[in-house]
């Protein structure tokens, strides 16, 4: 694990209120914690931060998105010393999990509120939707992404692929597209989210 935290870097660090999310700057690593300095958007969110609980930790490295669960050991302002855990994944791109968009919402920045008639997934990588009129493929699109835990993502989407339908009896048109200009932190709460949704869903499987 040790290793693994050197050649990452753009680190996002979440506890269990998510609205608490932030970044931050790997100070030391030691044989049996790994010391940190929090960057958080608002002072008080420090607050979620306590000692004994339980922290979801992304960052990015040559071979995809590092992902593991630790333990807060010590806080000192914004210093953390978190526990070294033998478990980690790495997500490559190729593996993005698609999940719905919930109670979220996507709007294209030179478009009307209700251009986007459904969102059909989304994920670290792209997203599938259902506009009222088309979109060029040869083109970037800005748009916002309302994720529904009240996450806000702004980036550019180039449609792959515009194919015509109906949507309730309306004409409407299928893109799908990827995500360009996303930045890493981004990047990684999307896959934050989709980790959360499926698990969400594997807990009502199992109920």
Not at 19 to 36: H, M, N, P, T, W
Not at 100 to 125: C, L, P, R, T
């Amino acid at each position: 694990m040790r290793e693994l935290i050197k050649s990452a870097k753009d680190f996002k660090i979440i506890p269990n209120d998510f609205r608490s999310s932030g970044v931050f700057k790997l100070l030391e690593i030691a044989e049996d914690y790994v010391q940190i300095e929090l960057i958080l958007p608002e002072a008080a969110d420090i607050n979620d931060y306590k000692v004994d609980s339980n922290v979801e930790i992304f960052g990015v490295n040559d071979l995809g998105l590092i992902y593991f669960e630790t333990k807060i050991l010590k806080r000192e302002g914004k210093i953390l010393n978190l526990a070294i855990t033998p478990d980690f994944s790495i997500i490559q791109r190729r593996e993005y999990s698609r999940v719905g968009i919930g109670s979220g919402k996507v709007v294209f920045k030179d478009q009307s509120d209700d251009f986007v008639m459904y969102v059909e997934d989304i994920s670290a990588g792209g997203i599938k939707l259902i506009s009222k009129s088309p979109l060029e493929t040869d083109k970037h699109y800005a748009l916002t992404i309302n994720l529904s835990n009240n996450m806000q993502i702004n980036c550019e989407l180039q449609p792959i692929r515009v194919t015509q339908t109906q949507y309730r009896n309306k004409l409407g048109y299928i893109i799908s597209g990827r995500f360009v200009n996303l930045e890493n932190a981004d990047r990684i709460v999307l896959v934050q989210y989709a980790f959360k949704i499926k698990m969400e869903e594997q807990n009502k499987e199992h109920d």
